[in-house]
């Protein structure tokens, strides 16, 4: 297959995060002179998340590897039912079935730390006196619920550079699931104190994944963005074949 013909490879961050999230990431997907583009997800809502992930997909000519890390998984789990789409990739994430919203798989295991750490911060919405909810993180909890085998220094700026998700997009249910249709592959991070990894496994094994397990933090692509780069290479291949 010519590279022209490789599937370019879309990395969708998650909450509380912003694509340099896959920063570790990027310089080997390109060695591998792959095409990589990581747009910034809006976190207003898992629908309006997916609609506009979907649009940026369109708009790439040929196929698409489609990688979602965290609320990420569920962007993608709606966005990846585009037709250019050739398979997914799951990272810390969620994978949700049709009708299912983010805060009903969650609620069917114990909490993680993560729910005692969140904050929630009133934010304007345009044309309506009602204020939306901003959900975010503790500052001085982040590095070690998020990113506990992630350089110190760089833990503590991801802890004050947080793009909040709005409350909304817990609630909202999925009306698609892509890995229905699509080769999908899934990283469990098993030492994840963000997400409950059985949330994790739980959605892989429903959708017949190809999964592996990572001793890592949620943030498996700055922790060990090799093993990360080299699953994203498995999936490529997958959809080149």
């Given at each position: 297959?010519?590279?022209?013909?490789?599937?370019?490879?879309?990395?969708?961050?998650?909450?509380?995060?912003?694509a340099s999230s896959y920063a570790a990431v990027i310089p080997g997907?390109?060695?591998?002179?792959?095409?990589?583009?990581?747009p910034a997800v809006p976190n207003r809502s898992l629908l309006?998340?997916?609609?506009?992930?979907?649009?940026?997909?369109?708009?790439?000519?040929?196929?698409?590897?489609?990688?979602?890390?965290?609320?990420?998984?569920?962007?993608i789990t709606v966005a990846g039912v585009e037709?250019?789409?050739?398979?997914?990739?799951?990272?810390?994430?969620?994978?949700?079935?049709?009708?299912?919203s983010l805060g009903e798989l969650q609620g069917r295991f114990p909490d993680s730390d993560l729910a005692a750490a969140?904050?929630?911060?009133?934010?304007?919405?345009e044309g309506s006196d009602t204020p939306g909810t901003d959900v975010s993180v503790e500052p001085d909890k982040f590095p070690a619920i998020f990113a506990a085998d992630v350089d110190p220094d760089l833990a503590r700026v991801l802890a004050v550079s947080q793009r909040p998700l709005a409350a909304q997009a817990f609630a909202e249910a999925a009306p698609a699931a892509a890995w229905k249709t699509k080769p999908s592959f899934g990283v469990v991070s098993s030492a994840d104190r963000t997400i409950n990894p059985d949330v994790e496994r739980f959605g892989y094994r429903r959708a017949g994944m190809t999964t592996i397990e990572v001793d890592s933090s949620h943030l498996v692509m700055l922790a060990h963005p090799g093993r990360v780069v080299a699953f994203i290479g498995e999936a490529v291949e997958a959809a080149s074949a």
């Open positions: 297959m010519s590279r022209s013909e490789q599937p370019t490879v879309v990395l969708v961050h998650g909450a509380f995060a912003d997907l390109l060695k591998r002179g792959l095409k990589v583009v990581a309006g998340d997916a609609a506009y992930i979907a649009s940026v997909v369109r708009q790439i000519d040929g196929p698409v590897v489609l990688v979602g890390h965290s609320y990420g998984g569920a962007v037709d250019n789409v050739r398979a997914l990739v799951y990272l810390s994430g969620y994978a949700l079935e049709v009708g299912e969140l904050v929630y911060t009133p934010f304007p919405v």
